[in-house]
T-cell receptor
Framework: AQTVTQSQPEMSVQEAETVTLSCTYD???????LFWYKQPPSRQMILVIR??????QNATENRFSVNFQKAAKSFSLKISDSQLGDAAMYFC?????????????FGTGTLLAVQP | EAGVTQFPSHSVIEKGQTVTLRCDPI?????LYWYRRVMGKEIKFLLH????????ESGMPNNRFLAERTGGTYSTLKVQPAELEDSGVYFC?????????????????FGPGTRLTVL
C-alpha cells in the first residue's frame, strides 16, 4: 500500500522569504501523480500544484515549485516570495494511475505560518 | 460555477446519536468522494461514487457508516450510532472523470468540510 509522510507538522516563514515543505512517499508503482493541496483557515482545500511521475521536469505554478526526486521518493514544495495569504495547512497527496479509482492518499499536513 | 458544498458546517452530537452529513458536488461531476481527517492525522479516503454506484468503499471504517447517492446528484453520509472516535472533519470532493489519464479532467475539487464532534 502507498503511504505519504510529511515530517514537519509546523513551519514558519517571514513574508517575502522562501520556504520548503517536505514530503516523502512510498510506493511500488512506477507511474503515479503527486499533488500539493492548500487549506486556508476555515476555507476549502484547493490544488496548488501537481506532478506526473513520468515527467522528469519539476512542475511550477507562479511562486510555487516542486523538487521531485523519483528515486528518493521525495516531493518537496517550495514557496518563493511568501505572502500572508500563503498561511495555511498544506497537504501532500498521491494518486495511482490506472484502474477506476481516483482516490487520493494524503500526508498528515504541514501548518505554515507567514510572519509579517 | 458553484463549488462543492457541504452541510452542516459543524455538528455536535452525543455518543449513540445519529448524524447525517450532506454533500452537493459540482454540477456535471459524476464522481463524488468522501474523506475524513481525525485531529492531527492524515486525511483518509472513505469511498468513491460514480454517479449513484459505489466504485470503491474500501475506506469505510465499519457498518455504522452508510453513504448514499440517490439519483447520482447529492450524497449523504450517515453515522449511526456515532462513537467518540468518529469525531473529525469530513470532506467531500467531486471530479468530472476518474479514468486512466487526464489529470486535469480528474482533478478533485473539495468542499469546506463538516466538523463532527461526538461527545
Amino acid at each position: 500500500a502507498q503511504t505519504v509522510t510529511q515530517s514537519q507538522p509546523e513551519m514558519s516563514v517571514q513574508e517575502a522569504e522562501t520556504v520548503t515543505l517536505s514530503c516523502t512517499y512510498d510506493t511500488s508503482e512506477s507511474d503515479y501523480y503527486l499533488f500539493w493541496y492548500k487549506q486556508p483557515p476555515s476555507r476549502q482545500m484547493i490544488l496548488v500544484i501537481r506532478q506526473e511521475a513520468y515527467k522528469q521536469q519539476n512542475a511550477t505554478e507562479n511562486r510555487f515549485s516542486v523538487n521531485f526526486q523519483k528515486a528518493a521518493k521525495s516531493f518537496s514544495l517550495k514557496i518563493s516570495d511568501s505572502q500572508l495569504g500563503d498561511a495555511a495547512m498544506y497537504f501532500c497527496a498521491y494518486r495511482s494511475v490506472g484502474g477506476a479509482t481516483n482516490k487520493l492518499i494524503f500526508g498528515t499536513g504541514t501548518l505554515l505560518a507567514v510572519q509579517p | 460555477e458553484a463549488g462543492v458544498t457541504q452541510f452542516p458546517s459543524h455538528s455536535v452530537i452525543e455518543k449513540g446519536q445519529t448524524v447525517t452529513l450532506r454533500c452537493d458536488p459540482i454540477s456535471g461531476h459524476d464522481n463524488l468522494y468522501w474523506y475524513r481527517r481525525v485531529m492531527g492525522k492524515e486525511i483518509k479516503f472513505l469511498l468513491h461514487f460514480v454517479k449513484e454506484s459505489k466504485q470503491d468503499e474500501s475506506g469505510m471504517p465499519n457498518n455504522r457508516f452508510l453513504a448514499e447517492r440517490t439519483g447520482g446528484t447529492y450524497s449523504t453520509l450517515k453515522v449511526q450510532p456515532a462513537e467518540l472516535e468518529d469525531s473529525g472533519v469530513y470532506f467531500c470532493a467531486s471530479s468530472r472523470g476518474s479514468g486512466y489519464r487526464g489529470t486535469r479532467y480528474n482533478e478533485q475539487f473539495f468542499g469546506p468540510g463538516t466538523r463532527l464532534t461526538v461527545l
